[in-house]
Every structure is written in structure tokens, then in C-alpha cells.
């Protein structure tokens, strides 16, 4: 009985996240799923802003993904770059208008009028409530994470202060740990 009116309720406040998403985005010639490309791109690390990684965060096709991506880029939103090391891989790369459209648009603004009622204890609680949810459902169905690079267990703090991947073996930036990764795997407890 839970269950059931959890997803009503998390349904119902994405269709009208979605509708209000809609009817602002008609006017820049986009639709939502296009849009949730570009905030997945504006959003994601270095490892993660490819085609393949924008399809298995959204969950769609292929096809569906790249033709969102050519309209991205025929918009001037996104811009394609060879990777320097393997040339069969694409980087995207949101452009500052990309970036500025993201902002305008995010946080909704009728999720921003109706937080504005809740207090900063309201609003913590329901934010641990959502991501204990999300990351219930992908451990529940093997989905990946993409977290942020701050909460992965490859993420390391090194004494100076400074942070290391020890995936990639690279450096990590103050920024680049608030970036979503495709790489990302949950911090053992």
C-alpha cells in the first residue's frame, strides 16, 4: 500500500515538474529529454560526458540519445570534442549559453516557490529521504549510481588537503569531486 502511493505521489510531482519543464523549454525549441541531457552534461566529470554515459544515465536508447545530442549541438548548447588520448571517443561539452539556459531553468521555479514553506530541517530531511530512495532503487536493480565523486570510494583526500581517483589514477580538483561520475561506486561503510 506504501509502495503504491509513493509512486503516485513522486509521479505525480514529476508530471508537473515535467509540464512546467515543457512549456518553458517550448520556447528555446527543446524538449525534456533534450534538456535532461544538457543538465546531465553540466553536471558530469571529465569521464563522464559521453554519448554512452548520457545514455545509461538517462535510460534511453542510442538513437533517441544522439539525435538529443544533434539538436543540443545544432543549438550551440553542446560541443563535441575528440578525446585526446583515444580518438574513437567523443567528449561533450556544455557551452557557456548551455550553461546559462541550465541555470535559468534550474531549480524549477515551482519547486523553489513551494520550498520556500519548508525550513532548512524540512528540506534536509526530505533530500536524505530522496537519495536513501534513489540509491534503493538502483541497488535494488543494479542501476549505476553516478553520484559525486566527494561520496565515491575511489575518491581519495590526501594529506595536503588535495584529492586523488584511485580508479584513473589522476588528480581531482575542489570542483571536480561535485561533478557526477559514471564511475562512481557508493564509499564502503
Do not use: W
Given at each position: 500500500?506504501?509502495?503504491?502511493?509513493?509512486?503516485?505521489?513522486?509521479?505525480?510531482?514529476?508530471?508537473?515538474?515535467?509540464?512546467e519543464s515543457r512549456h518553458q523549454l517550448a520556447e528555446f525549441g527543446l524538449q525534456p529529454v533534450q534538456f535532461d541531457a544538457l543538465c546531465?552534461?553540466?553536471?558530469?566529470?571529465?569521464?563522464?560526458?559521453?554519448?554512452?554515459?548520457?545514455?545509461?544515465?538517462?535510460?534511453?536508447?542510442?538513437?533517441?540519445?544522439?539525435?538529443?545530442?544533434?539538436?543540443?549541438?545544432?543549438?550551440?548548447?553542446?560541443?563535441?570534442?575528440?578525446?585526446?588520448?583515444?580518438?574513437?571517443?567523443?567528449?561533450l561539452a556544455v557551452s557557456e549559453q548551455g550553461r546559462e539556459l541550465v541555470e535559468s531553468l534550474m531549480p524549477a521555479k515551482m519547486l523553489q516557490l513551494a520550498c520556500q514553506s519548508s525550513s532548512e530541517v524540512e528540506l534536509e530531511q526530505m533530500v536524505g529521504l530522496l537519495r536513501t530512495t534513489l540509491r534503493q532503487v538502483q541497488d535494488a536493480n543494479g542501476f549505476k549510481s553516478f553520484g559525486q565523486c566527494q561520496t565515491c570510494?575511489?575518491?581519495?583526500?590526501?594529506?595536503?588537503?588535495?584529492?586523488?581517483?584511485?580508479?584513473?589514477?589522476?588528480?581531482?580538483?575542489?570542483?571536480?569531486?561535485?561533478?557526477?561520475c559514471v564511475e562512481h561506486e557508493k564509499r564502503s561503510q
Open positions: 500500500m506504501n509502495t503504491l502511493i509513493i509512486q503516485q505521489l513522486l509521479e505525480r510531482l514529476s508530471s508537473l515538474l515535467r509540464s546531465y552534461l553540466a553536471s558530469c566529470n571529465r569521464y563522464s560526458d559521453t554519448p554512452k554515459a548520457v545514455t545509461e544515465f538517462l535510460g534511453l536508447t542510442k538513437g533517441t540519445v544522439s539525435q538529443s545530442i544533434k539538436i543540443l549541438e545544432s543549438k550551440g548548447l553542446v560541443l563535441k570534442k575528440t578525446d585526446t588520448l583515444d580518438k574513437r571517443v567523443t567528449h570510494d575511489h575518491n581519495q583526500k590526501r594529506g595536503d588537503g588535495s584529492y586523488f581517483c584511485g580508479l584513473t589514477k589522476e588528480p581531482l580538483s575542489s570542483e571536480d569531486i561535485l561533478l557526477m
